[in-house]
T-cell receptor, first 113, second 115 residues
Framework: DSGVTQTPKHLITATGQRVTLRCSPR?????VYWYQQSLDQGLQFLIQ???????AKGNILERFSAQQFPDLHSELNLSSLELGDSALYFC????????????FGSGTRLTVV | GENVEQHPSTLSVQEGDSAVIKCTYS??????FPWYKQELGKGPQLIID?????GEKKDQRIAVTLNKTAKHFSLHITETQPEDSAVYFC??????????????FGTGTLLAVQP
């Protein structure tokens, strides 16, 4: 157990729907990063939050949004889902804003049908 | 933009042999280079990392080397064992880069260790 908790583990939904993925960082970590992993794109950075504030942004679609709450857990919202959004979504956490030694959760597998 | 190339995409070795995976990065501001191991159904796990002020780092059977001039870094696994079989990812990032504060990952290497 890495200490980073992601729920749900699996999610199957239809095109056009909206889903929310949840991540609880490791105890003491203030940074949360979201990554998308697909077979053809590898691990793609989506967004980072540090202590509640957006810190860095990657190739995140406008249909996707995220936030980090006061208790430091984070949610990734995916809307108007398309077949191509099917992927593994990982979150990772670290103590400070730098990506030094950060720890991944076990991921959420999203399948859009 | 930033890019990390990783080779080979697949690698099959006999148990006890060595395995080498190579990566090249494009962003000269990168100064942190971790390696992650991902087993089936799990998230990537950090196995070793190196900063740009160090040329080589070892941890038991694994080692990482860095050539900043050539923008190359490599993972070396000696005396491979079947449990080393997994997908390995290299990554690069500037530390404390502000808006560029993210790991850019290579495309992964599937390592198969044959008993």
């Amino acid at each position: 157990d890495s200490g980073v908790t992601q729920t749900p583990k699996h999610l199957i939904t239809a095109t056009g729907q909206r889903v929310t993925l949840r991540c609880s960082p490791r105890s003491g970590d203030l940074s949360v990063y979201w990554y998308q992993q697909s077979l053809d794109q590898g691990l793609q950075f989506l967004i980072q939050y540090y202590n509640g504030e957006e810190r860095a942004k990657g190739n995140i679609l406008e249909r996707f949004s995220a936030q980090q709450f006061p208790d430091l857990h984070s949610e990734l919202n995916l809307s108007s889902l398309e077949l191509g959004d099917s992927a593994l979504y990982f979150c990772a956490s670290s103590v400070d804003p730098a990506p030094y030694g950060y720890t991944f959760g076990s991921g959420t597998r999203l399948t859009v049908v | 933009g930033e890019n990390v190339e990783q080779h080979p995409s697949t690698l099959s070795v006999q148990e006890g042999d060595s395995a080498v995976i190579k990566c090249t990065y494009s962003d000269s501001a990168s100064n942190y280079f971790p390696w992650y191991k991902q087993e089936l159904g799990k998230g990537p796990q950090l196995i070793i990392d190196i900063r740009s002020n160090v040329g080589e780092k070892k941890d038991q059977r694994i080692a990482v080397t860095l050539n900043k001039t050539a923008k190359h870094f490599s993972l070396h696994i000696t005396e491979t064992q079947p449990e080393d079989s997994a997908v390995y990812f290299c990554a690069a990032s500037p530390l404390y880069g502000g808006a560029t504060n993210k790991l850019i990952f290579g495309t992964g290497t599937l390592l198969a260790v044959q008993p």
